[in-house]
């Protein structure tokens, strides 16, 4: 028996690891993947907690939370287009419109 | 020692490993081949984790449509490789800090927390997991967020087309 | 007298019982009166409109006429009397009449009842009211004759009689209230008549405002009352109420039924105040619970009292507040007539007599209210020897007589003060409608310096204004003016207030130059006005002589102005033995039970002598004074030294008297002036500047700045706000883990 | 009749609200259409509301003509709706000057006609509810939905600086009303355990009662024995104040009270004729009601700390705002100080904590809304035909506008409180009552200064506008009131009358309340007489047994705990 300990340690260095490429990766892109990364860390909690209390909520959770990644990368990846588009970078250092 | 553990082990140090390079490589493609095989190993973990249906949906979602759909953006830009790792910016040192920090609080106090997983009687061994069991739930007590997602989905579709498109 | 004359006089034409229910009607007439007036005037037409106010005035005055026949009735030798609410089932209300149509309103444990109460006091000025009011709407009727206003000027006095009326008849202090408001009300309308002229209409505003300052006193009274009440039901024993004729259960019964501030509750108040009962509650007693715990009853009473003097002041020109009744002089020559001679501003007089238990327990407030008194008789009359304008003589000249009557008052002489108030009533009426029967004549000329040489051509209004001013000099003794002023002075010399019996003598002396200096300003203006030749500055070449809706109000004035003497001739027997005059008699069942109130207080010394032929000689003999200086002054002193140089100090007297002493110029001074300015002031530094700008538009300007400062924290770099989430993640973590540990 | 027997509120509160839809569907350019449609919905509100009035049975229940009905259960929120005698009688006010505001503005208002009606019939429906709402959270929401139609009224129709009017009023008396929203929840909160705490008036009044009970006499008690307190009691002793003063500075805002008026002269001058009667005429009566409802019972001990302080704003406020009338040139700013001076009484009588007070302040609070009302309104035509709000601009009216004038002087004499007119009664009730009171005379005597100022300004006014020679050519050929001016005067002369000589009808309804509301305030005075709880506590129906309120579901341990 695998103590659900080191599944919760695995999910939190994952959770953190896609954190740090969040925060200092340039690329747009490589930042989504990041963001799937910590995504799938928090999946990996949630099914932890399930098998820990056996039962089966956390699956449901976690499948919805596939579907919503799904989403968020459909919208992300189409404004990362867009941005190329207009700017022909995806560079996050160039893209500092949000100010004022 | 038994078998399980030594499975954890690989997987997690395999997982770890090819997340690393996700947020190390310098071409986004590595980055996401990367990521490709920190899914499969990650669909590994959760069938050590009893969740089979989730570790299947797992490799047919992402590591077939999402990352699919990485890859084509990447081709669709052809980014080649990026021109240069982000300047260390007062930020990027702060975040990567923070980052590190909190994942030495997280390990100080998931360590101190000792949870075994729950022992199930043979019905529950029977169904915990199970695509049954899921569908189950997931079509009956949370069938309104279901539906809800399935709505999100549709938006966000359509979304990504109206955003995409220069014109339509 | 033969029996069945008399029997005939004593019982009413319509009996007590039936006639109270209706007592009402006395108000209503003129009220629906000034309602159609005012409402339909415009289309009814001159005529209608005169037919509808006199009719009404008429009625009440008949319906008056048979309350204060039902006051008197004895029928079969059954006086008229009714149970007292706040006594005993033995103890009556004798010569009255009254009737409670219902709570008007009630909050709390207050209430206020729409009860009207007809004794001698209000009978004898319901008939004052409504007779002299009828007699002035009959002389408007030829006086307004060329006024497009006369349906406004008719609904206004109907309006004006049924609030006196109602003041008069009230039997509490608030409905009393309504009254004295009202007929403030009316008398602004009145003297703004002729709004046009912003003059006239200032004045108008000037009378309400100064007579608001009484009325804040009077409200204040009021509330102190109320509140002396209460406390003496708290503290009071069986003694106390039994002093006053009552019981506990009684008294506290009447006031739920008909309200703490009746005057009836208020009489048994008085009653039961004075240290001869012997009870738990005195003058002396220090109030011990409520808001006026600490203050004794008495001290308390002093104030009440002379809070109403203060409100008594606005209302009938007395110092500090008579200053608005010269300029009052701005409305229409009848409303001087009725309003500011012969009802309205008698009214503090009436307040006072109606509350006299009350009042003699403080002969503090008495003397007060006597020296203010004479004080503003005597300034009143050296005013008026300098005015020219003969409304404003006259104006000033009742403002000497409310003096006078204040005296009396403050002396504890009712009946005079009552009867002079009638006198007055009748020949001041008759001298300011001979005065606008005069300006009538003359095309509006006030100035008797530009008349003169009238007895020829006013035959009627001269022969009227003569003898009216024979009665308020008294230069011809037997004359009514000259009995009332004489008792009052009779009594003013005899009685004493307890502890302060220098204010008899001194208010006597004043007393005494007063008759002297009215004689000479009244002969002054008789002279000027009817005597020598025609003066050359007239307006019109000849007067001519008024119409008879002008003359018989005239006529029967100066009658009454002569005939009621009578009233102060001691023919009674006094119930102690000796005679007392008719008129004292006759007020004696209203009046009784402050004799009472005095004899238990011994707060004064009432006397009871009647005056000697020798007192009448004596005063006669400063009447002549008065007047012989005038007759010499104006017939032979200046007539000779026409055209030769009047001495500095005499025109620079003149020129004082003439300006009323420059008390309006230091009221705008000290008072007016600073109240605008503060206004000003407040508004312009305080309101505008401190707490709206600074205060109000200080936050928002503040905020707006903050606002642009923490600007500069949006960089616009996502992953820099990223970044700062994550350490308050970080930041988050920490402090959960650091709780756990601890 | 069933149905008005459960809904008679409901159907006064949104009748407005059904003829608004009714008005959007109308075309815009209909004008005639939608000024028709509206009158007869007010007119309609009105018949309705007369017969609540009627139907409140002075004798009855404290709450009448109740409906609740279950709504978010989980915060323990209920829609309960219900009147008190107060309440039915702004209630009556409000329906009254309803139609008279649409005449009031047939002429007035030339642009946007549409969108000005739909605003009108909402702002009926949120003042409306807001009187008759018994939950505190629905209360709140109606208080607020409030500002929205005016802040629009007075933005889109107003005078010349209409939007800064605008703007300022919104955010002054928004600023009160989110710090009360915060003392409501914190309230809420502390009034009760999870699953049994409510928003309702009637089960927090209750279960603060107790608590305010002990702390009232500890108050009385030697230095510090309030140390001892536990449970609710010692939040309340602690935080009660605090939360007082949120409802207060909200309330106080609304009334305005002295110093926090300033926003009332500016909303008032710039505000179209009917924005001036409804904020005159119902508005600021929602402070006075919110003082009297909510922040005087809820916190008695606390309201009675504060009692002196805010007697002294008052009277302040009496004064100041009388004075600062005869510092104005501009009639409307005149009339609307003047309201600070009467609103002033209106707080006082509450604060004297007498019957006869209490009474006075709300009859009071009618009588300001006639008064007033009535004086905007005729303003209103004023400036209709010569736009100059300047007394300098006036100048023998009197002489062109008779009926015009007759009409204004007797407003007048009911506003400076002349026996006979409405004014009085309430004047003279709120004096007494200040003397009766606990406070010091000094208060009531200067309060009664206002009596004398009164006069002084706004016959001061009435001479500058009506009397002395026509000094402007303009002015010469003004027309006097036609008709329709006519009409939408008279109930208000009519009702001057009616109020000044008949009151006890209309005290007979306020009096069960008041006595009410006099017991519940005086729980807080340590000397004062205490009723007995069961005339205290609030008695209000209780939601249908079916709905039973949901608990949120608390984790039985830490999940640490578990194995």
Redesign the interface.
């Given at each position: 028996m695998v103590p659900i300990t080191y599944y919760l340690l695995l999910a939190a260095a994952l959770f953190c690891m896609g954190m740090f490429g969040v925060l200092v990766r340039t690329n747009a892109l490589v930042v989504f993947m990041c963001v799937e990364l910590m995504l799938n860390a928090v999946n990996l909690t949630f099914l932890a907690f399930a098998r820990m209390h056996g039962n089966g909520l956390g699956h449901v959770s976690a499948f919805f939370v596939i579907a919503v990644a799904a989403a968020e990368a459909a919208i992300g990846l189409a404004i990362v287009i867009a941005v190329f588009r207009s700017r022909g970078t995806v560079n996050v250092d160039d893209i500092r419109t949000m100010k004022h | 020692m038994n078998i399980e553990l030594v499975l954890f082990g690989v997987f997690a140090v395999m997982t770890l490993l090819s997340a690393g390079l996700v947020i190390t490589a310098r071409s986004p493609i590595n980055s996401a081949m990367a990521l490709v095989s920190t899914f499969f190993f990650l669909a590994g973990i959760y069938v050590l984790l009893w969740a089979h249906t989730v570790a299947v949906i797992q490799v047919l979602v992402y590591a077939g449509a999402i990352m699919v759909l990485f890859l084509f953006v990447i081709m669709l830009l052809n980014l080649g490789d990026a021109p240069h790792r982000g300047k260390p910016t007062v930020t990027r040192l702060l975040g990567g800090a923070s980052a590190a920090g909190l994942l030495a609080v997280l390990a100080v106090t998931l360590g101190r927390m000792d949870a075994q997983p729950a022992r199930l009687d043979a019905q529950g061994q029977a169904t915990f997991g199970t695509l049954a069991a899921i569908g189950q739930s997931i079509f009956t007590t949370w069938l309104l967020p279901f539906e809800a997602v399935s709505l999100l989905l549709l938006v966000a579709m359509v979304g990504a087309v109206v955003v995409a498109k220069s014109r339509i | 007298m033969d029996g069945t004359l008399v029997e005939f006089f004593r019982t009413a034409p319509i009996p007590p019982e039936v006639l109270s229910p209706s007592l009402g009607l006395i108000i209503l007439l003129p009220l629906l009166g000034a309602f159609v007036c005012?409402v339909f005037g415009k289309w009814l037409g001159r005529a209608n409109v005169h037919l509808v106010a006199c009719s009404a005035i008429a009625g009440a005055f008949v319906l008056s006429l048979l309350a204060f026949w039902a006051t008197s009735d004895a029928a079969g030798g059954r006086v008229v009397s009714m149970a007292n609410p706040f006594g005993l089932d033995r103890d009556t209300i004798r010569y009255a009449i009254a009737h409670d149509y219902g709570?008007?309103?009630?909050?709390?444990?207050?209430r206020v009842n729409f009860g009207l109460l007809v004794d001698h006091l209000s009978g004898i000025l319901l008939l004052i009211i409504t007779g002299v009011g009828f007699l002035i709407h009959l002389y408007s009727t030829s006086y307004m004759e060329h006024d497009d206003g006369y349906w406004r000027f008719f609904a206004y006095l109907n309006l004006f009689v049924a609030a006196m009326l109602t003041l008069v008849m009230a039997d509490n202090l608030?409905l009393l209230?309504?009254g004295?408001?009202?007929v403030g009300?009316a008398s602004?309308l009145l003297i703004?008549f002729w709004?046009?002229?912003?003059a006239k209409?200032?004045a108008g505003?000037k009378a309400?405002?100064t007579n608001?300052?009484g009325?804040?006193a009077f409200?204040?009274a009021t509330?102190?009352l109320?509140?002396t009440v209460?406390a003496f039901n708290r503290q009071a024993d069986a003694r106390d109420y039994n002093a006053a004729g009552s019981s506990r259960a009684r008294y506290e019964q009447g006031i739920s039924q008909k309200g703490p501030v009746t005057f009836k509750g208020l009489e048994k108040l008085a009653l039961a105040l004075p240290q001869g009962s012997g009870g738990a509650v005195s003058l002396a007693t220090p109030i011990e619970s409520?808001?006026?715990s600490g203050y004794t009853f008495g001290g308390v009473m002093t104030a009440t009292m002379l809070l109403f003097l203060l409100g008594a002041a606005g209302k009938s020109a007395q110092l500090p507040l008579y200053v608005w009744l010269p300029d009052a002089m701005a409305g229409p020559t009848p409303v001087s007539a009725l309003i500011h001679a012969a009802t309205m501003v008698t009214a503090g007089v009436y307040l006072f007599c109606r509350m006299s238990s009350l009042l003699v327990l403080s002969p503090t407030a008495m003397a007060t209210i006597a020296i203010v008194g004479a004080l503003t008789s005597l300034l009143a009359a050296l005013i008026a020897f300098a005015q020219d304008d003969i409304k404003k003589v006259l104006a000033y000249s009742t403002v000497s007589q409310l003096g006078i009557m204040f005296m009396g008052v403050g002396m504890g002489v009712f009946w005079a003060a009552a009867m002079h108030l009638m006198t007055h009533a009748f020949f001041k009426a008759c001298l300011f409608l001979g005065a606008g029967s005069v300006m009538h004549g003359n095309g509006d000329e006030t100035d008797i310096k530009k008349l003169g040489g009238l007895w020829k051509e006013m035959k009627w209004t001269h022969a009227t204004f003569l003898i009216s001013t024979l009665a308020i000099t008294g230069i011809f003794p037997i004359m009514s003016g000259f009995f009332s002023k004489d008792a009052i002075f009779h009594g003013v010399h005899h009685n004493h207030l307890h502890g302060l019996e220098w204010v008899s003598t001194f208010v006597y002396v004043l007393g005494l130059l007063i008759t002297a200096s009215t004689a000479f300003y009244m002969s002054r203006v008789y002279l000027l006005t009817f005597t020598g030749k025609r003066s050359p500055e007239a307006k019109l070449a000849h007067a001519h002589e008024s119409a008879w809706h002008m003359t018989l109000p005239l006529v029967i004035l100066a009658f009454l102005a002569f005939a009621t003497f009578v009233y102060a001739l001691p023919l009674m027997p006094r119930s102690g033995g000796g005679t007392q005059p008719v008129f004292e008699n006759f007020l004696s069942p209203v009046l009784r039970p402050a004799e009472a109130v005095a004899r238990a207080a011994e707060t004064v010394k009432l006397d009871t002598s009647s005056p000697s032929v020798g007192d009448y000689a004596f005063a006669w003999m400063w009447a002549l004074l008065g007047g012989g200086a005038a007759a010499f002054a104006y017939l032979k002193f200046f007539p000779s030294r026409v055209g030769q140089p009047v001495p500095a100090f005499a025109r620079a007297v003149r020129r004082t008297a003439l300006n009323k002493f420059y008390v309006d110029e230091l009221y705008e001074f000290i008072l007016i002036r600073p109240?605008?300015f503060?206004?000003?002031i407040?508004?312009?530094v305080v309101?505008a500047l401190v707490?709206?700008t600074v205060?109000?538009r200080g936050t928002?300007y503040v905020t707006e700045k903050v606002g642009l400062g923490l600007?500069r924290l949006?960089?616009?770099?996502?992953?820099?706000y990223?970044?700062?989430m994550?350490?308050a993640?970080?930041g988050g973590?920490?402090y959960a883990?650091l709780q756990?540990l601890s | 009749m069933s149905f008005f027997d459960n809904h008679l509120l409901n159907v006064v509160i949104y009748l407005p609200l059904v003829f608004a839809a009714l008005v959007l569907m109308l075309p815009a350019s209909e004008h005639g259409q939608v000024r028709a449609i509206t009158f007869v919905g007010m007119l309609l509100d009105l018949v309705f509301g007369v017969w609540a009035y009627f139907r409140f049975e002075p004798s009855g229940a404290e709450f009448q003509m109740e409906y609740r009905v279950p709504w978010f259960q989980q915060f323990g929120m209920s829609y309960h709706l219900g009147v008190d005698g107060l309440a039915v009688s702004l209630l009556l006010l409000t329906v009254f000057l309803g139609p008279l505001v649409v005449l009031a503005s047939t002429t007035y208002i030339q642009h946007r006609i549409k969108e000005f009606h739909l605003a009108l019939l909402v702002l009926q429906t949120t003042m409306l509810g807001a009187l008759a709402s018994m939950d505190v959270l629905l209360f709140y929401i109606f208080f607020e939905a409030m500002l929205i139609p005016m802040y629009l009224m007075v933005g889109v129709w107003g005078a010349e600086d209409r939007r800064m009017a605008a703007v300022k009023f919104f955010l002054y008396t928004l600023v009160g009303s989110l710090l009360m929203l915060v003392a409501i929840v914190a309230v809420y909160f502390i009034s009760g355990g999870p699953g049994v705490r409510s928003f309702d008036y009637g089960t927090l009044y209750n279960n603060l009662l107790a608590a305010n009970q002990q702390l009232a006499a500890c108050a009385s008690g030697p230095e510090g024995a309030c140390a001892s307190l536990d449970g609710l009691a010692a939040t309340l002793h602690t935080y009660g104040p605090w939360m007082f003063a949120a409802f207060a500075l909200a309330f106080a805002i609304k009334v305005p009270m002295w110093p926090v008026h300033t926003w009332l002269p500016d909303a008032h001058v710039q505000a179209p004729v009917a924005g001036s009667m409804i904020l005159a005429g119902v508005m600021l009566k929602m402070g006075t009601y919110g003082f009297w409802r909510f922040a005087i019972p809820l916190f008695p001990v606390a309201a009675h700390a504060a009692r002196p302080f805010l007697a002294v704003l008052a009277v302040i406020g009496i004064v100041y705002g009388a004075l600062m009338c005869l510092a104005q040139r501009d009639i409307k700013k005149l009339i609307a100080y003047s309201s600070v001076s009467h609103l002033g009484y209106c707080m006082l009588g509450l604060l004297a904590v007498t019957g006869e007070g209490a009474t006075g302040s709300a009859y009071q609070m009618l009588n300001h809304g006639i008064s007033t009302g009535a004086l905007f309104l005729l303003f209103g035509f004023l400036y209709e035909r010569r736009h100059t709000r300047l007394m300098s601009d006036y100048g023998g009216i009197a002489k062109v506008m008779p009926v015009f004038t007759a009409a204004f002087v007797i407003i007048t004499f009911s506003s400076v409180a002349v026996p006979g007119t409405n004014g009085f009664i309430g004047e003279f009730l709120v004096l007494m009552g200040t003397f009766k009171s606990t406070l010091p005379l000094g208060f009531g005597a200067f309060a009664t200064l206002g009596v004398i100022l009164g006069a002084a300004y706004m016959l001061w006014m009435v001479q500058k506008v009506f009397f002395g020679s026509i000094t402007h050519r303009e002015n010469q050929h003004l027309r006097d009131m036609n008709l329709r001016e006519m009409l939408t005067t008279a109930p208000f002369i009519v009702l001057v009358a009616v109020m000044g000589l008949m009151p006890q009808p209309f005290l007979d309804r306020i009096a069960p309340s008041t006595d009410r509301y006099v017991a519940r305030a005086s729980v807080g005075a340590p000397g004062a007489t205490q009723a007995k709880d069961d005339q205290l506590r609030v008695e209000v129906m209780s939601l249908p047994s079916t709905a039973a309120a949901a608990r949120p579901s608390v984790p039985a341990a830490p999940l640490a705990a578990r194995e």
């Open positions: - | - | 005012g709570t008007w309103f009630a909050a709390g444990d207050f608030v209230f309504v004295w408001e009202g009300m602004y703004g709004y046009t002229d912003s209409a200032w505003r309400f405002v608001r300052i009325d804040f409200l204040i509330f102190l109320i509140l209460g409520g808001p006026l109240v605008k503060v206004a000003f407040l508004f312009r309101d707490i709206d205060l109000v928002a600007r949006q960089t616009g770099d996502a992953q820099a990223a970044a700062i994550a350490l993640i970080l973590a920490v883990l756990v | -």
